[in-house]
T-cell receptor
Framework: DAGVIQSPRHEVTEMGQEVTLRCKPI?????LFWYRQTMMRGLELLIY????????DSGMPEDRFSAKMPNASFSTLKIQPSEPRDSAVYFC???????????FGQGTRLTVV | GESVGLHLPTLSVQEGDNSIINCAYS??????FIWYKQESGKGPQFIID?????DKRQGQRVTVLLNKTVKHLSLQIAATQPGDSAVYFC???????????FGAGTTVTVRA
């Protein structure tokens, strides 16, 4: 298995634009997580899906952020409109069960100018 | 509030020496603990885990120790190599809890 695959690896966008980050979890995993990493806050959990259903989105910063998981092999995180303070590295992770080790993708480095 | 934190932000180690990275947690209900390694430009990589019913677990060159009495977790790396240079995070969650809480991370630098 190639592991968790995220795209794009880098994204530079202008303030106000829509940004969509993509994730393909490891095949057979039923739990998917979106994390954000910054120097100030470290790794923060944004949202958790179990069997494609959003279980907890309390970590989503505000209404500008939304996430979907239309099937077991694909998830998106969308920011609309984007703001400079959204600049961070966004990680997707998946696990077989929600309470076992999560495997992380390479991340998407987002820069909003 | 409850948190997971690390005692030291940086650790410099001579190649070949053993490394010890410490982590304190405050949630007494924490049941599962993981150590992750993150290299520059990459995502966190699983190293080793331990559940609360154990106090020690060994992997290849790594050992995790759990002291529930003082809520302390440590990662020991034997014969540290240059490839061990990275940021190390401890993470924990509770019983049937999927929310991994990450510590701030310790940067380990291996000197040749």
């Amino acid at each position: 298995d190639a592991g968790v695959i995220q795209s794009p690896r880098h994204e530079v966008t202008e303030m106000g634009q829509e940004v969509t980050l993509r994730c393909k979890p490891i095949s057979g995993h039923n739990s998917l997580f979106w994390y954000r990493q910054t120097m100030m806050r470290g790794l923060e959990l944004l949202i958790y899906f179990n069997n494609n259903v959003p279980i907890d989105d309390s970590g989503m910063p505000e209404d500008r952020f939304s996430a979907k998981m239309p099937n077991a092999s694909f998830s998106t995180l969308k920011i609309q409109p984007s703001e400079p303070r959204d600049s961070a590295v966004y990680f997707c992770a998946s696990s077989f069960l929600g309470d076992t080790e999560a495997f992380f993708g390479q991340g998407t480095r987002l820069t909003v100018v | 509030g409850e948190s997971v934190g690390l005692h030291l932000p940086t650790l410099s180690v001579q190649e070949g020496d053993n490394s010890i990275i410490n982590c304190a947690y405050s949630n007494s209900a924490s049941d599962y603990f993981i150590w992750y390694k993150q290299e520059s430009g990459k995502g966190p990589q699983f190293i080793i885990d331990i559940r609360s019913n154990m106090d020690k677990r060994q992997g290849q060159r790594v050992t995790v120790l759990l002291n529930k009495t003082v809520k302390h977790l440590s990662l020991q790396i034997a014969a540290t190599q240059p490839g061990d240079s990275a940021v190390y995070f401890c993470a924990e969650n509770g019983v049937n809890d999927y929310k991994l809480s990450f510590g701030a991370g310790t940067t380990v630098t291996v000197r040749a």
